[in-house]
């Protein structure tokens, strides 16, 4: 129920108010019941859409509702859940963080998930030959510039934790690898520190990224492509070859099934397997 969306979209309104001036408590408070009357009135849209016709102006649906299930009993819990991941960072000494960002460092960048900006998410990855023509977008939730050579990024998370990585993840790394690309430095010559916040429990999980963090990213984007490759027709990057559904294997999590987009048409295409 776009529970990290809704956190994303408060955060981000919350921070970019404060990267200009103090948001005194009131304001908080307005700020979170925008934010819930944006997802009580998402939600009745969503409940209330014909899903028989396509309107390219609806945007926002529940995949709950697409499938006629009656979800009305947890909007409240869901919404329960945003307030609290955005209290427990108020609380938290990332708040205290930000705020000293704010006011000592050179630049702070705040995303703003509301108005994606394509160009910009893009990096940059025309020095590296043999990654030349791929298209990747990274955009970060908060960047700091301490100074030309030193960086911070910082993406919040809501999702289920990786509880197996202490280390630098391939998000941070493709982050930290754009940043490299704009500054058109070597590694050697910057500071990057970068780091995943799982809100609410406040794990985090990142550090300094180093040049063998920045050579396997590159290494894992070419393998990857390479891969991709393998099932274009006469490396036309529009034919693309049909692969047997073998190639795809189920999960056995009964827990990502239940929230998967897909889990209705995966269920019929079981018949035709
Ligand atoms: S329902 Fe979704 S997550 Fe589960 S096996 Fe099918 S496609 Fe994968």
Not at 82 to 107: C, G, I
Not at 152 to 159: A, E, F
Request: aromatic share 10%; with cysteine; proline share 3%.
């Amino acid at each position: 129920m776009r529970v990290g969306e809704k956190t994303h979209h408060l955060l981000s309104d919350y921070l970019t108010e404060r990267k200009s001036w103090l948001v005194d408590v009131s304001r908080i408070e307005e700020l979170k019941r925008v934010i819930v009357n944006e997802m009580k009135m998402d939600f009745d849209i969503s409940k209330t859409r014909d899903y028989t016709t396509y309107n390219k102006d609806h945007t926002f649906w529940l995949s709950e509702h697409y499938y006629g299930e009656q979800v009305d009993d947890r909007l409240d819990e869901v919404i329960a859940k945003v307030l609290h991941n955005f209290d427990v960072f108020l609380a938290s000494e990332w708040h205290e963080k930000v705020q000293h960002y704010f006011t000592f460092a050179k630049t702070v960048f705040v995303e703003q998930p509301r108005q994606k900006n394509f160009h910009g998410m893009r990096v940059d990855l025309r020095s590296i030959p043999v990654l030349r023509d791929l298209n990747i977008m990274a955009a970060p939730d908060f960047g700091v510039v301490f100074s030309d050579d030193k960086y911070l990024i910082i993406d919040w998370k809501t999702g289920q934790e990786k509880l197996e990585s202490d280390d630098i993840t391939d998000q941070l790394k493709v982050y930290a690898l754009k940043t490299l690309m704009k500054t058109k430095r070597p590694l050697e010559e910057l500071t990057i520190e970068t780091y995943e916040v799982y809100l609410p429990s406040l794990r985090h999980v990142g550090g300094y990224i180093t040049q063998s963090h920045i050579d396997a990213i590159i290494q894992k984007l070419e393998d990857d492509m390479n891969y991709q490759k393998q099932f274009l027709v006469d490396q036309d990057i529009v034919r693309n070859e049909p692969l047997p559904h073998t190639n795809f294997p189920r999960t056995l999590s009964e827990k990502k099934c239940a929230t998967c987009t897909f889990r209705k048409v995966c269920e019929d295409l079981k018949k035709f397997e």
